[in-house]
């Protein structure tokens, strides 16, 4: 009963990871590289006119904001899809979400009326409300967040274990050996 169980969390633990980071990696590209689109597209006149606006939070043109994110957005999708680490994947995708959060706090905190110029270039660039963008954005962001969180109680697991079937094995190792020597 215990291997069946051991095998079904361990069937868990090294699935989850590969669809959480795929799913990841994929969405931090996709974001990234619509914030390249939305940051260097001014056809229409209002586009223009927020991307040159200030960004609430950070002080540099909304254009900048969304260059910087793209850029970071990008390489950080990259990492995630080179790097094998699964406890460091988690830890990029926590900080990109609770990055992304801390800067959605700001802007509430900030009382920006009207949404803020990010989300309502990307949102004109999607071809959605700005309103439905951002609540999309939220969710995804828990998502995210909620996910690293549960990959990280996994690993949590699976050391455990690693560590427990060390010690067993280590355990083992030295009964044989006061076995062999007639010291029991």
């Given at each position: 009963?215990?291997?069946?169980?051991?095998?079904v969390?361990?069937?868990?633990?090294?699935w989850?990871?590969?669809?959480?980071?795929?799913?990841g990696?994929?969405?931090?590209?996709?974001?990234?590289?619509?914030?390249?689109?939305a940051?260097?597209?001014?056809?229409?006149?209002?586009d223009?006119r927020?991307?040159?606006?200030?960004?609430?939070v950070c002080?540099?043109?909304?254009?900048?904001?969304?260059?910087?994110?793209?850029l970071?957005?990008l390489?950080?999708?990259?990492?995630?899809?080179?790097i094998?680490?699964?406890?460091?994947?988690?830890?990029?995708?926590?900080?990109?979400?609770?990055?992304?959060?801390?800067?959605?706090?700001?802007?509430?905190?900030?009382?920006?009326?009207?949404?803020?110029?990010?989300?309502t270039?990307?949102?004109?660039?999607?071809?959605?409300s700005?309103?439905?963008?951002?609540?999309?954005?939220?969710?995804l962001?828990?998502?995210?967040?909620?996910?690293?969180?549960?990959?990280?109680?996994?690993?949590?697991?699976?050391?455990?274990?690693?560590?427990?079937?060390?010690?067993?094995?280590?355990?083992?190792?030295?009964?044989e050996?006061?076995?062999?020597?007639?010291?029991?």
């Amino acid at each position: 009963m215990q291997a069946k169980e051991e095998s079904v969390a361990k069937g868990w633990s090294f699935w989850f990871p590969g669809w959480y980071m795929r799913a990841g990696a994929g969405f931090v590209v996709l974001l990234g590289l619509l914030m390249f689109l939305a940051a260097f597209d001014d056809e229409r006149l209002e586009d223009e006119r927020l991307l040159r606006q200030s960004d609430a939070v950070c002080g540099i043109s909304t254009g900048n904001v969304l260059e910087i994110a793209g850029l970071v957005h990008l390489a950080a999708g990259a990492y995630l899809v080179i790097i094998r680490d699964n406890l460091t994947r988690v830890l990029v995708v926590f900080w990109l979400s609770s990055v992304s959060g801390v800067y959605r706090l700001g802007i509430g905190w900030l009382n920006v009326y009207g949404g803020f110029p990010m989300v309502t270039l990307l949102a004109h660039k999607v071809g959605i409300s700005a309103r439905m963008l951002g609540l999309a954005w939220g969710w995804l962001l828990a998502a995210l967040m909620i996910g690293a969180l549960g990959q990280l109680e996994l690993l949590r697991q699976q050391r455990k274990r690693e560590k427990n079937a060390k010690f067993l094995e280590q355990w083992r190792e030295n009964r044989e050996a006061k076995a062999l020597n007639g010291q029991e």
